[in-house]
């Protein structure tokens, strides 16, 4: 019987590359659930911020809608040479002004005193209550804003036709009235004759808009309009620092991706 003895030289390292196989499988496997935990963190703070952006963008684009139409109504404001008698400046303030108390955003009234610039024989003092009454008649009428400025304006511009058109959509002037404002207009005392018309429309509508303004649909509406005029009032421009802020937040984005990327390498190598 033949026997061979040898050392065995091999056993112990092999044991050693096994054992640091599985330490590093363990080790594989606790840098997987870290950076599944950090996705986590990464993933909820996204949303946080993805959210808020998406809010404050709301704000920007009623900054340059409200920017655009301020714009329109100087160009108006041009081509009627000002006859309406107010700077575009206190037309920008009344419009601020009319907001505040009201449902109505700053943009909705800029649009209708640019209507209503285009009917020259409409200025000063009756073109404030003109502009607050369309808001009136559209809310008590449910019509919308545009068609009431075309019907009020056309109305104030031609007293005489503008009563039997009035008359026609539901406001109801006595015969005593409608004489008053034939005479007034036919001996040139203009502003006396609108001013019955729009008498009439507060005694029958007035303060429709401002008690919308007083409903919680109302009040969110008119937050909206707050923090634009805010940015304005500090002479604060959103749109380079959150122009700024969005790519900042693609960088964030992006590299959540490319985390959820090396988490799934990670995960499929040590399986």
Same mark, same amino acid.
């Given at each position: ?21 599985h ?28 959210? !808020? ?22 160009? @108006?404001?041009?081509t ?42 409409? %200025?000063?003092?009756? !073109?404030?209550e ?29 007293p005489?036709?503008? @009563? ?6 539901? @406001? %109801? ?68 620092g ?14 959540a ?8 390498? @990670?995960?499929? !190598?040590?399986?």
């Amino acid at each position: 019987v033949i026997v061979i003895k040898g050392d065995d030289e091999a056993s112990g390292p092999l044991k050693k590359v096994r054992g640091g196989m599985h330490d590093l499988e363990a080790s594989g496997k606790s840098l997987t659930a870290s950076m599944g935990r950090l996705q986590s963190g990464w993933a909820a703070g996204t949303a946080a911020v993805v959210t !808020f952006t998406a809010a404050m963008l709301k704000v920007v684009e009623a900054a340059a809608e409200q920017e655009k139409l301020e714009k329109r109504l100087e160009a @108006v404001y041009r081509t009627t040479g000002g006859t309406v008698g107010l700077s575009t400046t206190a037309l920008k303030d009344y419009a601020t002004a009319l907001g505040r108390a009201t449902a109505v955003g700053d943009e909705s009234i800029l649009k209708i005193e640019s209507i209503l610039l285009t009917f020259r024989k409409v %200025s000063g003092d009756v !073109f404030k209550e003109a502009t607050e009454r369309v808001f009136d008649m559209a809310e008590v009428m449910e019509t919308d804003a545009k068609s009431a400025a075309l019907q009020l304006g056309k109305a104030l511009n031609d007293p005489i036709r503008g @009563v039997s058109a009035l008359t026609k959509v539901g @406001v %109801s002037f006595t015969e005593v009235q409608k004489k008053q404002i034939k005479h007034l207009t036919e001996t040139n005392q203009l502003a006396d004759a609108q001013k019955i018309i729009l008498g009439e429309l507060r005694s029958e509508f007035g303060g429709a808009a401002k008690a919308a303004g007083q409903t919680f649909g109302g009040a969110l509406k008119g937050l909206k309009g707050d923090f634009v005029d805010l940015a304005q009032a500090i002479g604060a421009d959103p749109l380079p620092g959150l122009t700024t802020f969005a790519n900042d937040l693609r960088g964030i984005v992006q590299a959540a991706s490319e985390l959820d990327q090396a988490k799934h390498l @990670v995960t499929n !190598f040590f399986e």
